[in-house]
C-alpha cells in the first residue's frame, strides 16, 4: 500500500481496496474508522479532508493500523473503540466487541414501561465490556445495576468505562457467579448476551471473531444453549415474583428459549427481531408459581397481573 504524497481522499480509495483483496468485511468502512480517529473528527466529516495531505507521522500509523485490519485483527481493537447506544466505549481483546443487535436488547429493556416504575435493581450477566448496563445506567439513572462477569480481565476493562462514562458511582461491577452474588428473590430484571454460538461452528466464524474475541464469550457449548440455560435457571431464583429476564439469542434459538424460560416459570413469553429480521431478543416474566428449588426462594401465590403497554411482556 504505497501512497506517496497522495490526499486522504486517494488515501482511503487504496486503503479500502487493499482490504477489499484481502476479504475484510465493510473495507470502506474500516478504512474511514481509522482515518477518523486519526485524524481526531467524526467519519462523516472525512470528505471535508479528502484535499488534505496527511502528514508522514498520521500516514505511517495509518498504514500500520491499515495492515492490522487486513491481517484479520478486528478494526475496532486496532483503534480502541466502539460506538454503542450512542455512546462511545473502549474495546480490547478482554471483551467482545459491542455489536449493533445488542443495542436491540438494550432498547428492549429500555423500552418496557412497567420495569421503570420505581428504582427497579437490574443485574447484567457477562457484562464484558460493560456497553449494555453503563448504557442502561445513562439513560434510566434512577436504577440501581450491577455488571458481573466470570473474566475479571472483562471486569477490568468495564470499569474502565464505567469511569470513563461517568457512571462509576452508581454501577457495580464484579467477578463472580450471579448465584454466588445475588440475594434469592431480591432483583427486578435480568439483561444478559451470553455465549450462544453451537461449539462446533466457532471454527466457522470469520477471522477477526475467531481469532481475536474471546473464545469463552463466544462458545455456548454444544447446542449454544448451555450459559443461556444457566442464565434462565439463575433467573428463575435471582428474579422477585413479576421480575423480568431479557436476554439475546441466536437467530435459531428462538424456539428452544421460549421453552427453557416456560420450563422455568417464565409467562408472557416473547421473542423479537433484530433489524435484520431475525431472532434476536427473548424475554420472559417470573410467575408468581415457579417451581421451588430448595434455594431459600419462596414460592408466592396469585401472580400480580401487572398492567404493561405494547413495548413489554
Known amino acids: 500500500m504505497e501512497e506517496g504524497a497522495k490526499n486522504l481522499g486517494a488515501i482511503l480509495d487504496a486503503g479500502a481496496a487493499f482490504l477489499e483483496r484481502k476479504s475484510v468485511d465493510a473495507p470502506r468502512l474500516a478504512v474511514e474508522m481509522l482515518a477518523s480517529r486519526l485524524l481526531g473528527c467524526k467519519r462523516l ?68 414501561a412497567p420495569l421503570w416504575q420505581g428504582r427497579p435493581a437490574v443485574v447484567d450477566v457477562g457484562t464484558g465490556s460493560g456497553c449494555i448496563v453503563i448504557s442502561l445506567a445513562l439513560a434510566r439513572p434512577e436504577g440501581l445495576y450491577i455488571g458481573l462477569d466470570s473474566s475479571a480481565d472483562a471486569v477490568a476493562l468495564a470499569t474502565e468505562n464505567a469511569r470513563a462514562l461517568g457512571v462509576a458511582e452508581r454501577v457495580a461491577l464484579a467477578q ?13 430484571a435480568i439483561v444478559s448476551n451470553p455465549p450462544y454460538i453451537p461449539s462446533g461452528e466457532i471454527e466457522r466464524l470469520p477471522v477477526c471473531i475467531r481469532d481475536h474475541e474471546p473464545r469463552q464469550a463466544l462458545d455456548g457449548g454444544p447446542d449454544g444453549l448451555r450459559v443461556l440455560s444457566a442464565v434462565i435457571q439463575d433467573a428463575a431464583l435471582a428474579l422477585k415474583p413479576g421480575g423480568r429476564v431479557f436476554l439475546e439469542i441466536g437467530e435459531t434459538q428462538g424456539e428452544a428459549v421460549k421453552a427453557a424460560l416456560a420450563a422455568e416459570g417464565f409467562a408472557r413469553v416473547e421473542v423479537r427481531p433484530d433489524l435484520a429480521g431475525r431472532d434476536r431478543v427473548a424475554m420472559g416474566v417470573l410467575g408468581e408459581q415457579t417451581r421451588c428449588q430448595g434455594s431459600g426462594v419462596r414460592c408466592q401465590g396469585e401472580e400480580r397481573g401487572e398492567e404493561t403497554g405494547a413495548s413489554c411482556p
Open 45 to 112: 466529516e472525512l470528505p471535508q479532508h479528502y484535499a488534505r495531505v496527511p502528514d508522514e507521522k498520521r500516514l505511517a500509523a495509518l498504514r500500520r493500523g491499515v495492515r492490522r485490519v487486513g491481517s484479520g485483527e478486528p478494526v475496532q481493537y486496532v483503534i480502541g473503540g466502539a460506538g454503542f447506544m450512542g455512546h462511545e466505549f473502549r474495546v480490547d481483546p478482554r471483551a467482545l466487541i459491542p455489536r449493533p443487535e445488542t443495542e436491540c436488547l438494550v432498547q428492549a429493556v429500555l423500552d418496557c
Open 176 to 188: 463472580g457467579e450471579m448465584c454466588e452474588i445475588v440475594d434469592a428473590g431480591s432483583l427486578d
